[in-house]
C-alpha cells in the first residue's frame, strides 16, 4: 500500500532562509509527483510535477527533485518571503492506483519577516 | 482560461437537506476528480470520470453521496440526505491524458477553489 510521508509537519523560518522540504513514498512504482501549495481557506495550486522518467523540476525559485528509487522528493525554496507562506503537499500517482493520488499530511511553512 | 469552477464556496444546511455541490472543469481536461478534505483525514478522493464516464467511485462514503457528469464542461456532487459528519471542503480538480500508455494520466492536476460544506 502506498504511503506518503511528509517531514517536517511544519517549519518556521526567517525571511531569506533557503529552505527544503522533504516527501517520502513507499512505493516506488509510480507515474508522478506532484508538488501543491495550499493557502488558508483556497484550494490546491499545482508548483511542480515530476515524472517518473525526470530527476528535477524547477519553477522560479523552486526546485523539486525525485530519486524513485529511495522513494523520495525534496521541494527546495530558494530566498524565503513572508508569502511562501502557506501548507504545502506532495502527492504520488501510484501505479497501484492507477489514476489516484495519494496525498501526504502536508507541511506548514511559516515564513518570519 | 478561468481553472476549475466551484459553486456554491460556501454552503450551510441543515441535516437532512440536499446539498449539490457544481463543478466546471478547465476547457479540454478529459479528466474530473472530486476530493474531500478535513482536518482529521486529509484530502480523500471520492470519485473520477473520464470523458464524463465515471471510473473509480470507491472512495463515495456511502449511498447519500452520488456524482454526475452529463457533459465535458459540467459535474456534480449530491448529498441526500446530509448529514453533520458530512461537513467539509469539497475539491474538484481537472486534469488532461498526459500521454502515458493506457488509460493511466500523467497529467498535472489542478484543483478549484473548493466548496465549503456545513450540516448542522
Known amino acids: 500500500k502506498q504511503e506518503v510521508t511528509q517531514i517536517p509537519a511544519a517549519l518556521s523560518v526567517p525571511e531569506g532562509e533557503n529552505l527544503v522540504l522533504n516527501c517520502s513514498f513507499t512505493?516506488?512504482?509510480?507515474?508522478?509527483l506532484q508538488w501543491f501549495r495550499q493557502d488558508p481557506g483556497k484550494g490546491l495550486t499545482s508548483l511542480l510535477l515530476?515524472?517518473?522518467?525526470?530527476r528535477e523540476q524547477t519553477s522560479g525559485r523552486l526546485n523539486a527533485s525525485l530519486d524513485k528509487s529511495s522513494g523520495r522528493s525534496t521541494l527546495y525554496i530558494a530566498a524565503s518571503q513572508p508569502g511562501d507562506s502557506a501548507t504545502y503537499l506532495c502527492?504520488?500517482?501510484?501505479?497501484?492506483?492507477?489514476?489516484?493520488?495519494?496525498f501526504g499530511a502536508g507541511t506548514i511553512l511559516r515564513v518570519k519577516s | 482560461d478561468a481553472g476549475v469552477i466551484q459553486s456554491p464556496r460556501h454552503e450551510v444546511t441543515e441535516m437532512g437537506q440536499e446539498v449539490t455541490l457544481r463543478c466546471k472543469p478547465i476547457?479540454?481536461?478529459?479528466?474530473l476528480f472530486w476530493y474531500r478534505q478535513t482536518m482529521m483525514r486529509g484530502l480523500e478522493l471520492l470519485i473520477y470520470f473520464n470523458n464524463n464516464v465515471p471510473i473509480d467511485d470507491s472512495g463515495m462514503p456511502e449511498d447519500r453521496f452520488s456524482a454526475k457528469m452529463p457533459n465535458a464542461s459540467f459535474s456534480t456532487l449530491k448529498i441526500q440526505p446530509s448529514e453533520p459528519r458530512d461537513s467539509a471542503v469539497y475539491f474538484c480538480a481537472s486534469s488532461t491524458y498526459g500521454g502515458a500508455s493506457g488509460r493511466e494520466n500523467t497529467g498535472e492536476l489542478f484543483f478549484g477553489e473548493g466548496s465549503r460544506l456545513t450540516v448542522l
Open positions: 502527492a504520488v500517482k501510484a501505479i497501484e492506483y492507477g489514476n489516484k493520488l495519494v
Open positions: 476547457s479540454g481536461h478529459d479528466y
Open positions: 512505493d516506488s512504482a509510480i507515474y508522478n
Open positions: 515530476i515524472q517518473s522518467s525526470q
